[in-house]
């Protein structure tokens, strides 16, 4: 069996009536890795958030937009496409060949 990271990272919010809202943002190098951990976070009762590649991870980093957002799913997505393509990740992936 071989391993292929996959990021997740918790958004929460405290909800109206007091309930939490809890997103998972998932960033992963493979297409199909992010459906099968945005399917099992979403079985675990969480509402799942493609990030997209492995490398927008760095887009989740405190001190950026969505770290800690308390908003809706739509507007998560929003946010992680405002911000820049992050450099590291591409260097990374290029040292890896």
């Known amino acids: 069996m ?11 919010g405290a909800g109206k009536v007091g309930t939490v809202l809890a997103r ?6 493979d297409p199909g890795d992010v459906a099968a951990v945005a399917s ?3 079985a ?3 509402d799942p958030v493609s990030a997209g590649p492995l490398a ?12 800690g ?5 739509g507007e998560l997505r929003a946010m992680i496409g405002r911000l820049p393509e992050p450099g590291l ?3 990374v ?4 060949g």
Not at 69 to 73: D, G
């Open 93 to 96: 992936s290029a040292a890896r």
């Open 40 to 42: 099992f976070v979403n």
């Open 2 to 12: 071989t391993s292929r990271p996959v990021r997740t990272v918790a958004i929460l």
């Open 44 to 46: 675990l009762g969480f």
């Open 24 to 29: 998972l943002a998932i960033a992963a190098g």
């Open 56 to 67: 927008t991870g760095a887009r989740l980093q405190p001190g950026t937009e969505p770290f």
């Open 69 to 73: 957002a308390n908003v809706p799913a």
């Open 89 to 91: 990740g591409r260097e």
